[in-house]
């Protein structure tokens, strides 16, 4: 516990004598069975990972963990990273801890203030550009061919292999590897890191078996499902508002490995799963996380058959990275006066 991902999966990390075993105390997060869903969808067993529970609040942690000790490692003196918001988050905290000065590109107005407050308060410098993620990322790695600073996107191979460990602990948790994962598509980094990390234990003999690969993109930044390139991506969940995946090949891979399937997710599907998620299970990810759920959803309704299967949904990063997301649901909140009376009259008690 605490230990962090580099001192537990060591065995299976990149790492020299030379790598600093730094830790923010990320890894290790919660794998909690559903009290609703399961029952609804009459599912053998179905669990929540919630990544969330990282030290920044998202997966991104795991990944960074890795590329930033690699970086001190090389002597690297800054890092430099593209994001929809998650990716900037984990970079500034790492950046700050480990002595390295940090750059983030983001799409100019297309950020979740939480995420916006993180890379602010934790220091980065930080330049919005007027156009998307995709674009932001072309630019960052312009930069870093240029210029004497290491990019921490998923491109950097080191970020998967600290991703992969997500698989490893659903596995060291369950005891095997579950039926089926299903998992928010973005950049595909993260998909593409667990199938890695599931492939790698059953390799070891830590598992008997993998998953099939459940990806789910936004239907209006859906590149993999569409098989083209979505110049304009478009969703409310903006952790996956990518046009142009970096790890596309590897999102297929894992999918026809697995013999598993990408798919897409309306954002009213998002929606409903995010309220969901939040009020029948006690989860609040942010509206990526719930992408995966709601793909649960659309695969039981199609016809999956889950019984006797044991799944795993996870949820990505935390609710509160997107707040004023959650400020559009509620109903207008009532003010009375600060007399018993008064609120037993609201509440209907009286
Ligand atoms: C980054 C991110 C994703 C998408 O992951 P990819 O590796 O880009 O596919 C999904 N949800 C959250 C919360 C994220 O931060």
């Avoid at 061919?145 to 992969?164: A, C, D, F, I, W």
């Avoid at 499902?225 to 409310?236: A, I, L, M, Q």
Wanted: hydrophobic fraction near 45%.
């Amino acid at each position: 516990m605490g230990r962090g991902v580099l001192l537990r999966y060591r065995d299976f990390l990149p790492l020299t004598a030379a790598t600093p075993m730094i830790t923010l105390g990320e890894g290790d997060t919660p794998l909690v069975r559903s009290v609703w869903l399961e029952r609804e969808l009459g599912c053998g067993a179905l669990y929540f990972k919630l990544e969330g529970c990282n030290p920044t609040g998202s997966f991104k942690d795991r990944g960074m963990v890795v590329a930033v000790a690699k970086a001190v490692e090389e002597r690297s003196k800054s890092i430099i990273c593209a994001s929809t918001g998650n990716t900037s988050a984990s970079a500034a905290a790492f950046g700050a801890r480990f002595g390295l000065e940090v750059i983030v590109v983001v799409p100019s107005g297309k950020i979740a203030m939480g995420k916006l407050a993180q890379a602010i308060t934790y220091g980065a410098r930080i330049v919005a550009i007027q156009g998307n993620f995709d674009q932001a990322l072309q630019i960052v790695r312009n930069l870093a061919e240029k210029h004497p600073v290491t990019l921490v996107n998923s491109v950097n191979p080191y970020r998967l292999e600290g991703q992969k460990t997500a698989a490893f602990e659903i596995v060291d948790e369950l005891g095997d590897a579950p039926d089926y994962l299903f998992i928010p598509v973005g950049n595909a980094g993260n998909i593409t890191a667990y199938w890695k990390g599931f492939v790698e234990y059953r390799w070891a003999g830590k598992a008997s078996q993998t998953p099939k690969m459940m990806g789910f993109q936004a239907a209006g930044a859906a590149p993999i499902v569409r098989g083209k390139v979505v110049e304009k991506p478009r969703t409310v969940a903006t952790a996956i508002r990518i046009g142009k995946p970096a790890s596309w090949q590897g999102a297929v891979k894992a999918r026809d490995e697995s013999g598993g399937v990408i798919d897409c997710v309306s954002d009213e599907e998002i929606i409903a799963a995010y309220k969901l998620l939040a009020r029948r299970e006690g989860v609040f990810g942010e509206p990526a996380s719930a992408a995966s759920v709601a793909g649960l959803i659309k695969m039981a309704k199609q016809g999956l058959d889950l019984r006797g299967k044991r799944a795993v949904c996870i949820i990505t990063g935390s609710g509160l990275k997107d707040p004023s997301f959650s400020k559009k649901f509620a109903e207008s909140l009532t003010e009375v006066s600060p007399e018993l009376e008064a609120v037993e009259r609201v509440l209907g008690w009286r």
